[in-house]
């Protein structure tokens, strides 16, 4: 699988083999200075920041239920199809263009 930054479009970086994301599970790779999490739903892949805007707990590490993963600090909710946090609504994690393994996903936060 590939992963592009939020910031554009591109270039796209390779992360790792689809594989290695099973259903509802996540990976965590770092790209530069992102630390990013891809979790697979349905057969698709989505990439957002691994980091909790809350404080800072490791996403890639909370449970996953349908889209929304919980941070496994404190609880909090994050859909990872848009990085939009549902505990805090004003709030959002970065997301990530993922190709390979799942579909492209344009949505940003
Ligand atoms: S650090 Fe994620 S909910 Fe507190």
Not at 57 to 78: A, I, T
């Amino acid at each position: 699988m590939k992963v592009a930054a939020p910031k554009d479009d591109g270039p796209f970086v390779k992360v790792a083999r689809s594989d290695q994301v099973p259903e509802g599970k996540a990976g965590t790779y770092v790209i530069g200075e992102d630390a990013i999490a891809v979790f697979r739903v349905k057969g698709k892949l989505f990439a957002i920041d691994q980091t909790c805007v809350h404080e800072d707990g490791p996403l890639g590490e909370g449970k996953l239920e349908g889209h929304v993963v919980s941070c496994p600090y404190h609880d909090w909710r994050y859909d990872v199809r848009d990085g939009r946090c549902l505990s805090a609504t004003d709030r959002a994690v970065a997301c990530f263009a993922v190709k390979g393994g799942g579909r492209r996903h344009p949505h940003r936060p």
